[in-house]
């Protein structure tokens, strides 16, 4: 199956500071990502849609101004978590696909907001 | 928007055993309805998917139903094993064909 890699796989920052972590295909062109949030023992949530070369689809409830997405080109999409605060702790996971259907997951980045 | 339920949360079976897992979705727009397979701080890696038209698919111990007029789906995992034990997620595409939603988990004990 296709690969996805995400950098970094933990980051830990102090509240109020911008995190930013990125999500890469390896051997196939997206020109759609999704990123996805996690909390211990809960479900995926999805984030919001980055669509290469335009703007961010947010799901309802998620600040765009807070996670900022950035898609510039078919391998790489980047999600900022800006002025990161304690609850923003969480698994973060991207994904993304060469078809239509089947999406590949990213390894997902653990951060935690101190 | 998609709602998709899922159940039980929680299962524990014998090993050997046979486990089910079901989920219901709310879209009949849906057509594509993937399984993953989550152990603790990993992504989820899918184990079998089903699209609409197909009502049966299996892979080895591994097998997904689908019920398009009842809207719902299930996945059974014959002969189970200690390493079958994880968090279990089904998903529903919706909207985009490659946006998903999740149910919200079954965690699988395989016990001795």
């Known amino acids: 199956g296709a690969v996805v890699s995400q950098h970094p796989s933990r980051v830990i920052c102090k509240s109020g500071t911008s995190v930013k972590i990125e999500c890469r295909s390896l051997?196939?062109?997206?020109?759609?990502m999704f990123w996805y949030r996690q909390f211990p023992k809960q479900s995926l949530m999805l984030m919001a849609t980055s669509n290469e070369g335009s703007k961010a689809t947010y799901e309802q409830g998620v600040e765009k101004d807070k996670f900022l997405i950035n898609h510039a080109s078919l391998t790489l999409s980047t999600l900022t978590v800006t002025s990161a605060h304690p609850e923003d702790s969480s698994f973060y996971i991207c994904?993304?696909?060469?078809?239509?259907?089947?999406?590949?997951f990213g390894p997902g980045t653990r951060l935690t907001v101190t | 928007g998609e709602n998709v339920e899922q159940h039980p949360s929680t299962l524990s079976v014998q090993e050997g055993d046979s486990a089910v897992i079901k989920c219901t979705y709310s879209?009949?727009?849906?057509?594509?309805f993937p399984w993953y397979k989550q152990e603790l701080g990993k992504r989820p890696q899918l184990i079998i998917d089903i699209r609409s038209n197909v009502g049966e698919k299996k892979d080895q111990r591994i097998a997904v139903t689908l019920n398009k007029t009842a809207k719902h789906f299930s996945l059974h995992i014959t002969e189970t094993q200690p390493e079958d034990s994880a968090v279990y997620f089904c998903a529903a595409n919706t909207g985009t064909a490659s946006k998903l939603t999740f149910g919200t988990g079954t965690r699988l004990q395989v016990t001795l």
């Open positions: 051997d196939f062109q997206a020109t759609t």
């Open positions: 879209d009949s727009a849906s057509n594509y």
């Open positions: 994904s993304g696909g060469a078809s239509s259907y089947e999406q590949y």
